[in-house]
């Protein structure tokens, strides 16, 4: 299973990024999909997770409030659209699945512990 990670660049504290995970090669229905950080010097960090089986989602504390993560069944692809961002969000930003959640209860683990290529969110001004 193999995830491609689009939509990361350069922005300026308080600015906006939209990231986009595509799932190529299976279609997204009823897997749970988390997005992941790792900033340099540290390890992987979840973000937020969606289970596309009931739409319920999850939220890392530090980005609640700033961070939607959706899913354009459409396009097969979940979007984590980021707002009014800040300089420790910088990261590389990842997609993968994660267990589905169990009587509204998250485990923010990969299943696997293979990561694609990320994309690179610099917040700075």
């Known amino acids: 299973l193999q995830f491609v990670e689009s939509g990361g660049g350069l922005v300026q504290p308080g600015g906006s990024l939209r990231l986009s995970c595509a799932a190529s090669?299976?279609?997204?229905?009823?897997?749970?999909i988390g997005w992941f950080r790792q900033a340099p010097g540290k390890e992987h960090e979840g973000v937020s997770c969606?289970?596309?089986?009931?739409?319920?989602?999850w939220y890392a504390s530090s980005v609640k409030g700033r961070f939607t993560i959706s899913r354009d069944r459409a396009k097969n692809t979940v979007q984590l659209q980021m707002n009014n961002l800040k300089p420790e969000d910088t990261a590389v930003y990842y997609c993968?699945?994660?267990?589905?959640?169990?009587?509204?209860?998250?485990?923010?683990?990969?299943?696997?512990?293979?990561w694609g290529p990320g994309t690179q969110v610099t917040v700075s001004s």
């Open positions: 993968t699945l994660v267990p589905n959640p169990l009587h509204g209860s998250w485990k923010v683990v990969p299943v696997d512990d293979v």
């Open positions: 090669e299976f279609p997204l229905d009823y897997y749970t």
């Open positions: 969606l289970s596309t089986t009931d739409g319920s989602t």
